[in-house]
C-alpha cells in the first residue's frame, strides 16, 4: 500500500500570503495518478487538481499542482478567505487508492 | 454537468444490515469507476475501494475487505454501500465519488448505536 504523507499538518497564514503544502508518497506514484481535494466544514470534499497539475473544472488558477515521483505540491498562491480549509492528496494508480492525512489552512 | 445523489442518513443498531445508495446522473455513468470513501467524526478520508458500474467489477481496500459489499444496477445508473451486520466503529459519513471528474455525492451520515 502506497502511505501518502502530508506535511504540515497545521499551516497558519493570513490572506494575501502564499501557502505550499507537500505530499510525500512511499513509492513512486504515476504522475497521472495525484489528486488534491479541498474540504470545508459540513461539506464533501471538491476536487482541485488531478493528474498532479491538471486543474479541475472551474478551480481558480491561484491552485497550481506539481511533482512527480514520490514528491508532489500544491501551492495557493495567494490566499483568499475561502481557501481556509483542509486540503488531501489522494494516489489512484496503485490499488489500494490511498488519501494523505490532511493538511489544515488555518488564518493567522 | 455531473452530479452523485445519495441516500439519506441512518440510525442503525450493532449488528443490523443496511445499504445506502449513490446514483450518478448528467453524465454517462458507465465511463468511470465509483469510489467510496469513509470519514470518521473529526477525520480524515479513507478510501474504502471502487466499483466499476459497466461491470460492477470490485477493487476494495484491505481495511474494509470482507466488511463492506459495494454492487452497481447499470440500468438505473446506481451504486450501493452494504454491511450485513455495523458495528458501532462504522459510525461515519460515507461519500460515494469519481476520481477524475470530481464529481462527489453529498455524503451519507450513518450512525450505529445501541
Known amino acids: 500500500e502506497i502511505v501518502l504523507t502530508q506535511s504540515p499538518g497545521t499551516l497558519s497564514l493570513s490572506p494575501g500570503e502564499r501557502a505550499t503544502l507537500s505530499c510525500w508518497a512511499s513509492?513512486?506514484?504515476?504522475?497521472?495518478?495525484l489528486a488534491w481535494y479541498q474540504q470545508k466544514p459540513g461539506q464533501a470534499p471538491r476536487l482541485l487538481i488531478y493528474g498532479a497539475s491538471s486543474r479541475a473544472t472551474g478551480i481558480p488558477d491561484r491552485f497550481t499542482g506539481s511533482g512527480s515521483g514520490t514528491d508532489f505540491i500544491l501551492t495557493i498562491s495567494r490566499l483568499e478567505p475561502e481557501d481556509f480549509a483542509v486540503y488531501y492528496c489522494q494516489q489512484y494508480g496503485r490499488s489500494p487508492w490511498t488519501f494523505g492525512q490532511g493538511t489544515m489552512v488555518e488564518i493567522k | 454537468e455531473g452530479q452523485l445523489v445519495q441516500s439519506g442518513a441512518e440510525v442503525k443498531k450493532p449488528g443490523e444490515s443496511l445499504r445506502i445508495s449513490c446514483k450518478g446522473s448528467?453524465?454517462?455513468?458507465?465511463?468511470?469507476?465509483i469510489s467510496w470513501v469513509r470519514q470518521m467524526p473529526g477525520k480524515g478520508l479513507e478510501w474504502m475501494g471502487r466499483?466499476?458500474?459497466?461491470?460492477?467489477?470490485?477493487a476494495y481496500s484491505p481495511s474494509f475487505q470482507g466488511h463492506v459489499t459495494f454492487s452497481a444496477d447499470k440500468s438505473i445508473s446506481t451504486v450501493y454501500l452494504q454491511w450485513s451486520s455495523l458495528k458501532a466503529s462504522d459510525t461515519a459519513m460515507y461519500y460515494c465519488a469519481t476520481v477524475t471528474t470530481g464529481y462527489w455525492g453529498q455524503g451519507t451520515l450513518v450512525t450505529v448505536s445501541s
Open positions: 448528467g453524465y454517462k455513468f458507465t465511463d468511470y469507476y
Open positions: 513509492q513512486s506514484v504515476s504522475s497521472t495518478s
Open positions: 466499483i466499476d458500474p459497466s461491470d460492477s467489477r470490485t
